[in-house]
């Protein structure tokens, strides 16, 4: 198991001039760091690879969906703005190496609301529709796109593995896989270890942060049984911490990150790696 930090436990957006952060993280002894993509052109490839490959991180493309990024839109308009924002996420995902993109790409964070059945149908297909072209954009390029399923106060679409595997089931792609998040699963799983079980050898790449998003290991979260099934199916792939700077980010917004788990960042990932090395060693 390789473990990683999102950048948006520090700050918003992430640009690749940020090195000294990128040496924050590998001096706390991560293997990788997880790169979410606020604006395209704040990446440049060819700027960052030789920072990570020096300083021995490597790298995990996450997606940031919100505003008119929305594969479920009505508008085709819309629809391709948010192809060609993954599109170009992808084409960074392959120049840094990052073997999977994730994120809930079928809809932007933050959009529930009480729907009739036929809209929510019409926006399931329209995303389904969208993640079939852009499967294939991930297949040439070689990176396998990671679903990932929301909690209810961030999404209508997909909350749970048997969602993402319906929904996988219905784009039917090999290049489309499920992302999880111990923090969305703790809220809508009956059980972390079944739901793991369930993703089985679809699941691309886990994230984790406590039942209350902070500190790996401060919470509730049923830390054995997301253990258990992840041994269950001999999961050996990348595993990060997400979580947010309540002081810095579009996101924490959009995913009511208000206080603060920690004295300092530094401090909230030191003590999550710490947890979780002990925890899966
Ligand atoms: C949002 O809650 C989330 O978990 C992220 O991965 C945002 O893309």
């Known amino acids: ?53 020096d300083l021995g991180l490597e790298a995990v493309v996450c997606t940031a969906v919100v505003g008119e990024r929305d594969l479920s839109a009505e508008d085709p308009k819309i629809r391709q703005i948010a192809l060609n924002y993954f599109e170009s996420c992808l084409k960074l995902a392959e120049g840094l190496g990052s073997g999977c993109l994730v994120g809930p790409l079928y809809a932007p964070v933050a959009k529930p609301r009480l729907s009739t059945e036929a809209l929510r149908r019409a926006e399931w297909e329209r995303s389904v529709a969208s993640l079939a072209q852009l499967s294939q954009t991930a297949g040439e390029r070689g990176v396998r796109l990671g679903l990932e399923p929301l909690n209810r106060f961030e999404t209508d679409m997909v909350c749970t593995v048997e969602d ?30 079944e739901a793991i079980k369930q993703a089985g050898d679809q699941l691309v790449h886990v994230q984790v942060s406590d039942s209350h998003r902070g500190v790996p290991g401060d919470g509730n979260s049923d830390w054995a049984g997301l253990r258990k099934g992840l041994q269950a199916i001999g999961y050996d792939g990348k595993l990060s911490i997400e ?3 309540p002081d810095a980010s579009s996101l924490a917004e959009a995913v009511c990150i208000w206080r603060r788990f920690a004295p300092n960042q530094d401090e909230f990932a030191r003590r999550g790696l710490e947890f979780l090395r002990h925890w899966w060693g």
């Open 243 to 245: 979580s947010f700077s």
């Open 164 to 193: 993402a595997k319906r929904m996988l089931a219905d784009v039917n792609s090999p290049h489309l896989g499920i992302a999880v998040d111990s923090f969305h699963m703790n809220i809508e799983e009956t059980d972390l270890c």
């Open 1 to 53: 198991m390789q473990f990683g930090a999102s950048t948006w436990l520090w700050t918003s957006p992430f640009t690749s001039d940020q090195v000294k952060l990128l040496q924050t993280i590998a001096d706390l002894g991560f293997d990788f760091v997880e790169l979410p993509v606020e604006d395209p052109e704040h990446i440049v490839v060819d700027k960052l690879k030789p920072v990570l490959r």
